[in-house]
């Protein structure tokens, strides 16, 4: 299994960065680089615990579809995402947001396992985990930026 945490300090109240963390317009906009598009499910706005979206981008060449449901909502602390269906073994995100003194810190935890055993673990070794948290630091800042800028 692979783990990547990443935090990010956003001068925005929790509400905003957490509602713009859940926004599928916005994810769109921080995923130009793999022509992303929500094709199922919730297709934009605000996903809600229990609904789905299914994702179908280019990766390393590749179209591929990612299905993934909100299982957990603690508004507007915490939610997480799950792989319903994809390529990937297992996927598991949790977002988290705390506020203190005027910023917002949301804390993202990607878990996820590939699938190929040690073809997978090698691949996630030399090519993966660096493109999943590229791809996760590129929405991240996407969200400051919007949320910093509806502030202002």
Same mark, same amino acid.
């Given at each position: ?5 990443? +935090? ?11 509602? @713009?963390?859940?926004?599928? =317009? ?5 995923? &130009? +680089? ?6 199922? !499910?919730?297709?934009? !706005? @605000? ?9 179908? $981008?280019?990766?390393? $060449?590749? #179209?591929?579809?990612? &299905?993934?449901?909100?299982? %957990?909502? %603690?508004?507007? /602390?915490?939610?997480? =995402?799950?792989? %319903?269906? !994809? ?11 705390? %506020?203190? /003194? $005027?910023?917002?810190?949301?804390? =993202?935890? @990607? ?8 073809? $997978?673990?090698?691949? =996630? #070794?030399?090519? @993966? ?10 929405? /991240? ?7 910093? /800028?509806?502030?202002?």
């Amino acid at each position: 299994m692979t783990k990547i945490t990443l +935090q990010t300090k956003i001068k925005a109240p929790i509400e905003t960065v957490f509602n @713009l963390s859940r926004n599928i =317009d916005i994810h769109l906009l921080s995923t &130009s +680089q793999t022509n992303e598009k929500a094709i199922a !499910g919730k297709t934009s !706005g @605000l996903i809600e615990l229990n609904e789905t979206v299914t994702w179908k $981008g280019k990766h390393f $060449g590749f #179209y591929l579809k990612h &299905s993934s449901k909100i299982t %957990e909502m %603690e508004f507007p /602390n915490y939610f997480v =995402d799950i792989m %319903e269906k !994809g390529h990937f073994k297992s996927f598991r995100h949790e977002h988290y947001f705390e %506020e203190k /003194n $005027g910023f917002t810190t949301m804390k =993202d935890v @990607l878990i996820y396992e590939t699938p190929f055993w040690i073809f $997978g673990r090698f691949f =996630d #070794y030399i090519l @993966l985990k660096n493109h999943m948290r590229n791809f996760l630091l590129e929405r /991240n800042a996407i969200l400051k930026n919007s949320a910093e /800028n509806q502030t202002k």
